[in-house]
C-alpha cells in the first residue's frame, strides 16, 4: 500500500495522483505510526497540522523506516522532518527539503500556510515564506528586482505573521514606492513561484516510482520503543 499525507501543497491535484496510491489529509501525530500498522509499504508526507493539534512525531516515522516503510517528505512539514530524520533514511525531495538540509533555512514557520478546510479543498489563504523567497529570487535572477527591493520584500513578508501574510500584506508592509508596489503586485501576478506545491508533485512521481513493498535491509540502528511511544498506539 502506498499513501500520501497532504492538503494545500496539493491543493487541485488529485487527478495527477495515480489510482494505487491513497491521498490522506495532512498528517497529525500518530497518523503516521497507524498507517504503518494498517500496512503501508510507502509514505509521501507532505502537509501536516501543528497548531490546533500535536505535530507527527519524529518517533513514528523512525518507527517506519525500522520496519522497512519507505518514507518520502516534501514541499512543508515533510520537508522539515526528512531533513531531521534523513540519517535514517527519510528521502527528501525539492528545494525546500534542500534548503532545510543545508541550513539555508531553518525556522518551521517557513512552510506555514492559513488554509480552507478539506471540504474546499485546503485552498491556500496565505502565502508560505518558502513561497515569498522562490518568487522574489526568480524576480532577482531575472533583473526585474534589484536589491534594494528584494530586502524590502523579504524584510516584510518575514515581520508578517502566518495567517496574515498574503501578497497584498507584503506589498503594503515594504518600503517600496507606489509605483514600485505596483510594478513588483503585477510582476508577481506574472511570475509567482508555489515552491511548495512544485516540490509535492515531485513526492508524488517518487512516490509512484518506488516499490510496494517494504525494504527488507536492516536499518543498521535500532528502534527503541518508550512508554510515550507505546501510549501513541492506544491514542486515536
Not at 522539515?80 to 525546500?96: H, Q, S, T, V
Request: net charge negative.
Amino acid at each position: 500500500m502506498k499513501l500520501i499525507f497532504a492538503g494545500p501543497s496539493l491543493q487541485g491535484m488529485n487527478a495527477q495522483i495515480a489510482p494505487d496510491i491513497e491521498l490522506r489529509p495532512p498528517a497529525a501525530k500518530g497518523d503516521i505510526r497507524r498507517a504503518v500498522e494498517e500496512g503501508a509499504n510507502v509514505i509521501g508526507l507532505v502537509d501536516g497540522y501543528f497548531e490546533t493539534t500535536a505535530a507527527v512525531w519524529h518517533k513514528e516515522i523512525l518507527h517506519g523506516l525500522s520496519v522497512g516503510v519507505r518514507m518520502f517528505g516534501a514541499a512543508s512539514i515533510g520537508a522539515l522532518r526528512a531533513a531531521e530524520c534523513a540519517a535514517f533514511g527519510m528521502k527528501g525531495i525539492g528545494a525546500i527539503y534542500e534548503a532545510y538540509s543545508n541550513g539555508g533555512v531553518e525556522d518551521d514557520a517557513e512552510v506555514a500556510l492559513l488554509h480552507a478546510p478539506r471540504e474546499l479543498d485546503y485552498a491556500p489563504l496565505s502565502e508560505p515564506l518558502v513561497n515569498v523567497r522562490a518568487t522574489i529570487d526568480r524576480l532577482h535572477h531575472a533583473g526585474l528586482v534589484d536589491d534594494r527591493q528584494t530586502h524590502a520584500l523579504i524584510e516584510a513578508a518575514s515581520s508578517i505573521f502566518y495567517k496574515e501574510r498574503t501578497w497584498k500584506t507584503i506589498l503594503a508592509g515594504a518600503s517600496l514606492s507606489p509605483d514600485d508596489r505596483s510594478r513588483i503586485g503585477e510582476l508577481v501576478q506574472a511570475f509567482r513561484v508555489d515552491q511548495k506545491a512544485l516540490d509535492a508533485a515531485a513526492l508524488v512521481r517518487a512516490v509512484e516510482l518506488a516499490d510496494d513493498q517494504r525494504a527488507v535491509q536492516a536499518p543498521g540502528w535500532d528502534f527503541s520503543h518508550t512508554s510515550y511511544f507505546d501510549m501513541l498506539a492506544t491514542q486515536r
